[in-house]
């Protein structure tokens, strides 16, 4: 509700507010002065308790209105603050597994899958709260750092990745996202599942 649209409804309600006063004066007003009906000042009387209560409530309406709408942005500024907070924390997690590449006693393809795995998360919560800043760097690294003619994962590792990577929000404005798709479909998969998924009817 704009400043005008309130300026009017004050208006409105002094009007009545004098409306409602003068039709206690007329009301009260007696041709005989020996004669006073009681009637009258109760009617006037209703008359303003009514106009006070349809202002008052009004005022509760846009007061209401006010409190909604600062509800509302304290909920989105929670749910930024919340999607950062794990856009941050997944890409410490990749940064974890980047650096445990050499010395673990996973297997480079393991730790290698998590890596990629934390890192699409990371782009997959910063487009949530449309930081495509954020999802250009990490898709950007990402295909900086993975070689997927030299990686091999198990088909569901995999299509966890595809999994995720579909619920990236507004993908056409994540820089370098068509790359990083055509980049992981040419990761292989493991020999174990392939000869097993064929040796099925």
């Not at 997944?90 to 974890?96: M, N, T």
């Not at 006693?105 to 990371?122: A, G, H, M, N, P």
């Not at 449309?130 to 690294?141: G, P, R």
Request: with cysteine; proline share 2%.
């Amino acid at each position: 509700m704009n400043k005008n649209s309130n300026i009017l409804i004050l208006i409105i309600s002094t009007a009545a507010l004098l409306i409602s006063i003068a039709a206690i004066f007329i009301s009260c007003r007696q041709i005989s002065p020996l004669r006073f009906d009681y009637t009258e000042i109760l009617v006037g009387a209703l008359s303003l308790l009514v106009t006070v209560l349809v202002g008052w409530n009004i005022y509760a309406l846009i007061d209401i209105k006010e409190m909604r709408k600062q509800i509302v942005n304290e909920r989105t500024l929670m749910y930024y603050e919340s999607e950062n907070n794990l856009t941050q924390i997944y890409l410490g997690l990749s940064d974890y597994y980047y650096s445990l590449l050499v010395k673990s006693e996973q297997t480079v393809d393991e730790r290698l899958y998590k890596y990629i795995f934390f890192r699409i998360s990371c782009i997959l919560h910063a487009s949530k709260i449309n930081d495509f800043k954020t999802c250009e760097v990490v898709a950007k690294v990402l295909l900086e750092t993975i070689h997927p003619e030299d990686i091999e994962m198990s088909a569901s590792n995999k299509k966890n990745l595809f999994d995720l990577l579909s619920f990236v929000n507004s993908p056409r404005q994540v820089p370098h996202f068509s790359e990083l798709l055509h980049c992981l479909a040419l990761i292989r998969i493991a020999d174990s599942e392939s000869s097993d998924r064929s040796s099925q009817p």
